[in-house]
């Protein structure tokens, strides 16, 4: 069975907080992305990588950066957590257009 | 603003009955995507449509991409409880690197 698999299901920071959220993907995928996830609003690209160490912004990056040291690891980062960041977060992974395989999402509150 | 909208963005039926969902823009799209998303998992593609025109079934589930590709809907015949979840269109734009998510339909199926 294909995965994506997300470091974390719920989290809870404060103001201020760095945060990191990991997924990792088991197809040899080139592509992967992160979206966020709000009611009303859809998913929106926060940033995706189509090669290790290669990034590219998506539509809202601002406050978030990302890392892509191994093919198969795509991790974002919050440096310093804020109220308006809360929410859920989706990882995917696909070949270039293809269908995108979505992790199980990382539900983060920060207080 | 979104490049992709949903209606409606809420639906509630009794089980038995037909519902669509559709999902516009003014933008022409390569492809178009829907997946669904049950509480608590990553959105599932359910089908890609390429061709304008092009009409896709899966099982009770009929998909349609408009003529000029700028628009889709899906239609459920007979909903069922286990039709029940946020649906989502995802388009890649013909000049685009990226899909982009509608808003999202959330229904639910009342047994």
């Known amino acids: 069975d294909v995965k994506v698999t997300q470091s974390s299901r719920y989290l809870v920071k404060r103001t201020g907080e760095k945060v990191f959220l990991e997924c990792v993907q088991d197809?040899?995928?080139?592509?992967m992305f992160w979206y966020r996830q709000d009611p009303g609003l859809g998913l929106r690209l926060i940033y995706f990588?189509?090669?290790?160490?290669?990034?590219e912004k998506g539509d809202i990056p601002e406050g978030y950066s990302v890392s892509r040291e191994k093919k198969e690891r795509f991790s974002l980062i919050l440096e310093s957590a804020s109220t308006n960041q809360t929410s859920m977060y989706l990882c995917?992974?696909?070949?270039?257009?293809?269908?995108?395989?979505f992790g199980e999402g990382s539900r983060l509150t920060v207080l | 603003t979104q490049l992709l909208e949903q209606s409606p963005q809420f639906l509630s039926i009794q089980e038995g009955e037909n519902l669509t969902v559709y999902c516009n823009s003014s933008?022409?799209?390569?492809?178009l995507q829907w997946y669904r998303q049950e509480p608590g998992e990553g959105p599932v593609l359910l089908v890609t449509?390429?061709?304008?025109?092009e009409v896709k079934k899966l099982k009770r589930l009929t998909f349609q991409f408009g003529d000029a590709r700028k628009d889709s809907s899906l239609h459920i015949t007979a909903a069922q409880p286990g039709d029940t979840g946020l649906y989502l269109c995802a388009g890649f734009p013909r000049t685009g690197n990226q899909f982009y998510f509608g808003t999202g339909t959330s229904l639910t199926v009342i047994p």
């Open positions: 990588s189509y090669d290790v160490k290669m990034k």
């Open positions: 197809m040899d995928h080139e592509n």
């Open positions: 449509v390429v061709t304008g025109g």
């Open positions: 933008s022409v799209f390569s492809s």
């Open positions: 995917a992974s696909s070949i270039p257009a293809g269908e995108l395989f």
